[in-house]
């Protein structure tokens, strides 16, 4: 049970190139979630996805696409990369409970990503 | 708009001691807090949590308070270890899906 991973662990890019981060989840859970962390900025929010197939924005989703196609997986994609992508980029998944606000979200390690 | 926010850029304690980790909240539609916790160059990891149906969660050294009137939770860490430094996160919750998450706040245990 590897729970969360990410792939890959380090990129750079130059500005204007694109790249696929891929996330994957063996916990059979239904909510996935991609976030940025930049420092004094905490965690925010890119792209979500509550099911296979859908996917919804966040509090900062410009400049990023999802997909998630199958239930384990949630890709984020940049498109044309820029210096102020920097960051380091977190995959989280969670499971679906009716009637309970319960949320707890199971991290990847993490992808450290530099825009030159 | 920053609806969670942890003012505490970092906390320095002294091993065995208690710390104190606060976190205050804007949104009164809020129902779930969890606090997290992080190592360098890993991903956080789920500490505690609380409903916003009580006022208290305790689990084993580690206690949350929640005070709905004030919009203000704290995290308790007592005694404190090395092991505990760390940067630690709160997040809030409305619903089942998306989690606010603070600016965090670095935790150093001297010993």
């Known amino acids: 049970n590897a729970g969360v991973t990410q792939t890959p662990k380090f990129r750079v890019l130059k500005t204007g190139q694109s790249m696929t981060l891929l996330c994957a989840q063996d916990m059979n859970h239904e909510y996935m979630y991609w976030y940025r962390q930049d420092p004094g900025m905490g965690l925010r929010l890119i792209h979500y996805?509550?099911?296979?197939?859908?996917?919804a924005k966040g509090e900062v989703p410009d400049g990023y696409n999802v997909s998630r196609l199958k239930k384990q997986n949630f890709l984020l994609g940049l498109e044309s990369a820029a210096p102020s992508q920097t960051s380091v980029y977190f995959c989280?998944?969670?499971?679906?409970?009716?009637?309970?606000?319960?949320?707890?979200?199971?991290f990847g390690p993490g992808t450290r990503l530099t825009v030159l | 708009d920053q609806q969670v926010k942890q003012n505490s850029p970092s906390l320095s304690v002294q091993e065995g001691r208690i710390s104190i980790l606060n976190c205050d909240y804007t949104n009164s539609m809020f129902d779930y807090f969890l606090w997290y916790k992080k190592y360098p160059a890993e991903g956080p990891t789920f500490l505690i949590s609380i409903s916003s149906i009580k006022d208290k969660n305790e689990d084993g050294r580690f206690t949350v308070f929640l005070n709905k009137s004030a919009k203000h939770l704290s995290l308790h860490i007592v005694p404190s270890q090395p092991g505990d430094s760390a940067v630690y996160f709160c997040?809030?919750?409305?619903?089942?899906?998306?989690?606010?998450f603070g600016q965090g706040t670095r935790l150093t245990i001297n010993p």
């Open positions: 989280a998944s969670s499971t679906y409970r009716q009637f309970s606000s319960y949320n707890e979200q199971f």
């Open positions: 997040a809030a919750s409305r619903g089942a899906q998306k989690l606010v």
């Open positions: 996805s509550v099911g296979e197939g859908t996917t």
